[in-house]
């Protein structure tokens, strides 16, 4: 016997005056979208077949409706709100390469394998995106960007991952297996099996299977220039990722920040998985972290130059908080200003998606932006019924836990150490595979030439180089027993 369906039944004449029942939309939900003024997404009901009109429902009952109209309503307002002005970042917030003691690294080092190996420390992955401007639909991390060792992005940072791993336990006089840093993994609707099977496959890289845990960012719809759904077919309301700062409320509504504290975990490392040389859970920015005491952190590379496109570090207001503003926001004139005493850009420290926060910080982040609701709005073409149309996605940002942190500090790296994304197809100008393969090779020639190796190539040396495999050194440390006096033929991997 067939199930009732969902859908309510109406009655209508047929041609010939007789009357015949005819679904009709479910009143109640239909009364609730009224309620936010959405019903027309119930416009061509008529039109819809059974399964249809099933698809329908179910798709507007998975939408929490009010707290939807909540976040369409707050961001629709605040656009065009005038902004506290912005000023420098001030050199105290700053921990800049140069003026970095010896003392100090070794000191944060040692602090920061102490809290790993303590079980205080996670890694937060934002991996929502497919490498669809790379010319792949797979995740992002299942890239191989070239290197010697085919390994794509998830391989190398999980083994960077082991290597810390293994540090910290030799630091502290701990058993290696005893030291696990938990990695929680941020998929999107779009890339989570395909993320979960890519790891299976590989046994996880030589971690543990239940190290690693993966969650999935939320969507929501996408609306008009007044607020109303888009509808992508007749049955179906167009959806969106809600951004990498949808991470917050991910971990919120997952329960995955009760995990954390349930595991002890004081300390989250984040960043994003298109960098080929992330330092993931590195040591020294988490000695930093700790040592200042402060909610947030994040790691910044100087600007290269006054138009470069990239989001900067900036304080909003007098005495306000740090935030980021992105390239598009910061007048040129600020762009290009340059701080006398200094020498450097007065708005310099470009940010690198590379984070520290603690975990009562990102409690309070999910909470502020849950009851705040304001999302950026973007304008982008949305598949709907009528063709491509121009409408709004809603999105939030990584960087919109800042404004909330009561005290946030920033820490130099430089960009050929650290910074490699992995953004646009070969043939581009700039964020390649090419151009992030080079930046390891170039590094690691660097670290295996300082460890007293030498090297033989058959083409420049500028075209080529070496890849130490994450296994054999983190930071280009431990090298000496490997490479001193040895010869090695560019491009190869050095493994131990």
Known sequence: MREPSSVGVGYEPNGNGVVSPSPIPPQQLLERLKDYGQEDAFALWDELSPDERDFLVKDIQSLDLSRIDRIIRCSLRSQGLPAAAIEPVPE???????????????????MGLKAISDGKVAVLLLSGGQGTRLGSSDPKGCFNIGLPSGKSLFQLQAERILCVQRLAAQANESSASSVQIHWYIMTSPFTDEATRKFFESHKYFGLEAEQVIFFQQGTIPCVS???????????????????????????????????????????????????ALVRVADPTFLGYFIDKGVAAAAKVVRKAYPQEKVGVFVRRGKGGPLTVVEYSELDPSLASAVNQTTGRLRFCWSNVCLHMFTLDFLNQVANGLEKDSVYHL????????????????????????????????????????????????????YDTPDSAKMLVLRLHTRWVVAAGGFLTHSVPLYATGVEVSPLCSYAGENLEPICRGRTFHAPCEITF
């Not at 105290?92 to 040692?110: A, G, L, N, P, Y």
């Open 225 to 275: 220039k007044d607020g109303r759904f888009i509808m992508e077919t007749p049955y179906r309301v167009a959806k969106s990722p809600d951004g990498n700062g949808g991470v917050y409320s991910a971990l919120k509504y997952s329960k995955l920040l009760e995990d954390m504290a349930s595991r002890g975990i004081k300390y989250i490392d984040c960043y994003g998985v298109d960098n």
């Open 92 to 110: 105290s917030s700053v921990s800049t390469v140069e003026d970095r003691t010896q003392e100090e690294r070794e000191r944060w080092w040692k």
């Open 378 to 429: 973007a304008e982008k073409k949305i598949p709907s019924i009528h063709g491509y149309t121009m409408g709004l996605k809603l999105e939030q940002f990584i960087f919109d836990a800042f404004p909330y942190a009561p005290s946030t500090a920033l820490f130099e790296v430089l960009r050929e150490e650290e910074f490699a994304p992995v953004k646009n197809a070969n043939g581009s100008n």
